[in-house]
């Protein structure tokens, strides 16, 4: 009885175009924290083989140094001095394979073939677990570590093109790799398997004991110093770190920095368009206030009777406040309707290009949600009940 | 609620004129009690609505107290006021205050379904008192005023209450039906044991008041 008098006036384009503001404006907010949270593990994440608190060192090239052909290797006493550091917790070298190597692919009856050199790190700083990394010479499988850029690679640039199968890192791993090892007048034919993917090194990994076997076999004379080091600091964002590189015209290979600005980047973007859907979020609940203010206004008489026959104000104000926060909650649920939808679409592009990536969850951005629709309710709630007491002390 | 006091009240647009006034309300000390039926005589612009406005809680623009059984009524929150309008005070409007958009039935029942004081039955008896039987589900908008205010009556009887005020009760209704009104209006009264307050400017409701009281 009290909705048949109450919804007088009610206005209806008024209160569509704030259910589609509102919309507009919840649904950006949502799928820019749910795209931030869905993106940016690609650029943060612990890759689980290769640990973030390891650094990678090398000497730097420049154009006099390799025309003078000054040695870009690092000496034991560069080695021992980068151990004596206060921020070191150990250190490791590269050892770099001294032969030839080829490796082959077949993938569906296509085969690709490739030189190609290994490296080795110790194996402690290797966060597999020891029996996969590991070779056993009568066993003549060799595990290898990838970059996970040239799997990116592979999926992104050749296997669209060629029309070829993506692949995920599980089958990679599946995918028999032939071996051709020479020098030294021997060849040794060997199987590779990829067992992980780092997005730390930037080199074909091999474990320690295989590269040890391969050298001593293939290239026994030659022994070079290292010309990159792997480093595990205490606390890899330590300035002392960047100052002692600098000073000793060392270079980081800084994926995490790169990361850094990325993720950076992203945050930026990810903030601009936040603020904008709150922005819209804000000025549609000013709509959906100035038109219950002005639904308000047109049927000040009928409140003003209702509050004199004993009605309070409470019970006056309660349709005005059941409606806003009925239209508000619709605009939540399909605005995280929309949501699921949008982002299934975005994700199949994300995993088309990574892979790796784990879908995030959704509680941050509906909890967001909740958020946004709690607090605009509260606002309209507290607005509608001042208007109605104003009214019953009749002031306009 | 007993009693209903005003200690040298007197609206403040009466400011300035209090010599020109003859009142025996404004500026005096006046009880009313519960129980008794009061008609209150005036000529247009003495303030009588204004008066109905300050005991309803309406409007506050006096000065000088007002008191419902000693308690001033100007301390009272809007909670109070509100089961005031609900418990105490039964008010026929002179502008009746009607929603022109509901039927006669809708607009006792808006009153009604909070107060839950009548049946259903109970209250098509009086609109069949009232002879307006027929206009139950016809809109207010549609009625004439004489008929707007016998629905007006049946809306403030809707309740309970210590006192029925009625702001010109019977300016629009023949004798027959003002006869029909002060009778319901009499025996609801007698039944809760509550006092009235009617005013006129010119015909009176008959009625055996206790006092007359000249504005």
């Known amino acids: ?396 | 609620m007993n009693t209903i006091t005003l200690k040298n009240v007197l609206p403040r647009v009466f400011s300035g004129r209090e010599n020109e006034l003859t009142s025996e309300i404004w500026l005096r000390d006046v009880e009313f009690q519960r129980g008794k039926k009061y008609l209150i005589e005036a000529a247009s612009g003495t303030g009588k609505s204004s008066l109905l406005a300050f005991l309803i809680g309406y409007r506050h623009d006096y000065d000088g107290t007002i008191c419902f059984d000693g308690r001033d009524i100007s301390t009272l929150s809007t909670a109070e006021w509100v089961e005031l309008r609900q418990r105490s005070l039964a008010l026929l409007f002179q502008e009746l205050r009607l929603f022109p958009e509901l039927t006669a039935w809708e607009n006792v029942e808006v009153k009604n379904s909070l107060t839950g004081f009548k049946d259903m039955n109970s209250v098509s008896r009086w609109f069949e008192a009232f002879g307006i039987a027929d206009k139950k589900d016809v809109k207010i908008g549609k009625m004439s005023f004489g008929q707007q205010q016998r629905v007006a009556m049946i809306r403030a009887l809707a309740q309970p209450f210590d006192f029925l005020l009625a702001d010109e009760p019977i300016s629009h209704l023949d004798e027959s039906n003002s006869r029909v009104m002060a009778e319901i209006m009499q025996e609801e009264a007698r039944a809760q044991g509550a006092g009235i307050i009617v005013t006129s400017i010119g015909k009176h409701m008959e009625m055996d008041y206790d006092f007359r009281i000249k504005m």
């Open chain 1, 1 to 396: 009885m009290i909705w048949k008098l109450l919804r007088q006036h009610i206005s209806v384009s008024q209160f569509v175009g704030f259910f589609t503001a509102n919309l507009v404006g919840m649904l950006i907010v949502l799928i820019s924290i749910q795209f931030y949270r869905d993106v940016i593990p690609v650029f943060t994440e612990d890759d689980g083989l290769i640990s973030r608190t390891y650094l990678i060192l090398s000497k730097k090239i420049t154009a006099v140094s390799s025309l003078m052909g000054e040695a870009n290797t690092f000496s034991e006493n560069d080695i021992e001095d980068i151990r004596a550091q206060r921020f070191t917790r150990k250190v490791g070298v590269f050892t770099a394979s001294q032969y030839k190597v080829y490796a082959s692919l077949g993938v569906g009856g296509l085969s690709f073939g490739t030189d190609m050199f290994f490296e080795s790190v110790p194996s402690d700083f290797v966060d597999t677990d020891a029996s996969s990394w590991h070779f056993n010479p009568s066993g003549r499988e060799v595990p290898i570590i990838l970059p996970r850029s040239y799997l990116a690679i592979y999926n992104f640039g050749f296997a669209q093109s060629q029309s070829l199968p993506r692949l995920t890192e599980g089958v990679v791993g599946m995918i028999p790799m032939d071996i051709r090892l020479s020098g030294n007048g021997q060849e040794e034919r060997l199987k590779g398997r990829v067992i992980g993917f780092s997005s730390r090194l930037n080199t074909i990994l091999v474990p320690e004991d295989f590269m040890e076997w391969s050298n001593s076999r293939l290239a026994p004379d030659s022994d070079t110093a290292p010309t990159r080091l792997i480093i595990e600091v205490t606390n890899p964002t330590d300035h002392d770190i960047a100052r002692y590189i600098g000073e000793r015209g060392y270079e980081m290979e800084n994926d995490q920095l790169e990361a850094g600005r990325l993720t950076y980047f992203l945050k930026i973007v990810t903030g601009i368009v936040l603020a904008i859907g709150l922005l819209i979020s804000i000025l549609s609940f000013y709509i959906l206030m100035l038109s219950v203010y002005l639904l308000l206004q047109k049927n000040t008489t009928k409140l003003e009777n209702l509050l004199l026959i004993g009605y309070s104000p409470a019970r006056v104000s309660r349709p005005y406040q059941l409606l806003t926060v009925a239209m508000n909650l619709l605009v939540l649920v399909i605005a995280i309707a929309l949501l699921l939808w949008i982002r299934s679409q975005y994700m199949n592009l994300l995993w088309s290009m990574f892979p790796q990536i784990q879908e995030a969850s959704l509680f941050t951005s509906v909890m967001s949600g909740c958020a946004i629709f709690t607090l605009v309710s509260i606002f309209n709630i507290i607005a509608i009940r001042r208007r109605v007491n104003a009214i019953w002390r009749h002031k306009e």
